[in-house]
C-alpha cells in the first residue's frame, strides 16, 4: 500500500540554523499538508498546498517558514533561521481530495533545535 | 475557529473488553468531516475510521465505531474487543471542506493503555 515517507526521522541542529524536511507524498496526491506537534500538545496545521503554491498558512506559518515543491516527487519544509520553540515532531500529509477528503500522514520528522 | 475537545487525558482497558474514547467539537458549519487517528509509540498517524456529517449512520471499521452525535457535537470512537496493539494516543479530529484545501483540527488526544 502506498504511504508517505519523511526524512530525516530524527534532525538535530543548532539553534539559527537553517533546516530543510522531507516529505515524499503519495503519488497520485496533489494537496499537500504540513503540520506539528510540540512534545505533549495537540496536532498543529503550518500550511496547505496545491498546483505549486501555498493555500492556506496558519499564524505558526511566519516568514521563517517556506515550502517548495521542487520535483514531481518531493515536497519540502523549510525552516530558515530555527529557534528553540521550534522543536517538535513535524508530520507531512498529502490527500487525493476525493469525496472523503482523508488526509495520510507520514511517520514525522523529530526536530530538535538545541 | 473550530475547537475539538477531547476531556478524557487517559483510558486504560482489559485486553478483549470494549472502550469508549470521547469528543466533541465546536462548529457553526453543517457540512464536515470528522476523523479518528491513532499514534501509536513509533508517533507515525493512522487514520482509523472517518464520519461524514451528513450521513446518519454511525462508520464502523471492523472492531472500530462511532457514535456520532450531530446535534450534540459528539463523536465517541468504540473499540471492541480490545487488544494489545490498540495502546495509542487517539486523536479526533475535525475537517472543514468550506475552507481553502481544508485542514485537520485536533484534539489534545487519550492516550490508550491497553492491560492483558
Known amino acids: 500500500e502506498p504511504e508517505v515517507t519523511q526524512t530525516p526521522s530524527h534532525q538535530v541542529t543548532q539553534m539559527g540554523q537553517e533546516v530543510i524536511l522531507r516529505c515524499v507524498p503519495i503519488s497520485n496526491h496533489l494537496y499537500f499538508y504540513w503540520y506539528r506537534q510540540i512534545l505533549g500538545q495537540k496536532v498543529e496545521f503550518l500550511v496547505s498546498?496545491?498546483?505549486?503554491?501555498?493555500?492556506?498558512k496558519s499564524e505558526i506559518f511566519d516568514d521563517q517558514f517556506s515550502v517548495e515543491r521542487p520535483d514531481g516527487s518531493n515536497f519540502t519544509l523549510k525552516i530558515r533561521s530555527t529557534k528553540l520553540e521550534d522543536s517538535a515532531m513535524y508530520f507531512c500529509?498529502?490527500?487525493?481530495?476525493?469525496?472523503?477528503?482523508?488526509?495520510?500522514f507520514g511517520p514525522g520528522t523529530r526536530l530538535t533545535v538545541t | 475557529a473550530q475547537t475539538v475537545t477531547q476531556s478524557q487525558p487517559e483510558m486504560s482497558v482489559q485486553e478483549a473488553e470494549t472502550v469508549t474514547l470521547s469528543c466533541t467539537y465546536d462548529t457553526s458549519e453543517s457540512d464536515y468531516y470528522l476523523f479518528w487517528y491513532k499514534q501509536p509509540p513509533s508517533r507515525q498517524m493512522i487514520l482509523v475510521i472517518r464520519q461524514e456529517a451528513y450521513k446518519q449512520q454511525n462508520a464502523t471499521e471492523n472492531r472500530f465505531s462511532v457514535n456520532f452525535q450531530k446535534a450534540a457535537k459528539s463523536f465517541s470512537l468504540k473499540i471492541s474487543d480490545s487488544q494489545l496493539g490498540d495502546a495509542a494516543m487517539y486523536f479526533c479530529a475535525y475537517f472543514d471542506r468550506g475552507s481553502t484545501l481544508g485542514r485537520l483540527y485536533f484534539g489534545r488526544g487519550t492516550q490508550l493503555t491497553v492491560w492483558p
Open positions: 500529509a498529502s490527500s487525493k481530495w476525493t469525496s472523503t477528503y482523508e488526509q495520510y
Open positions: 498546498f496545491y498546483n505549486n503554491e501555498i493555500s492556506e
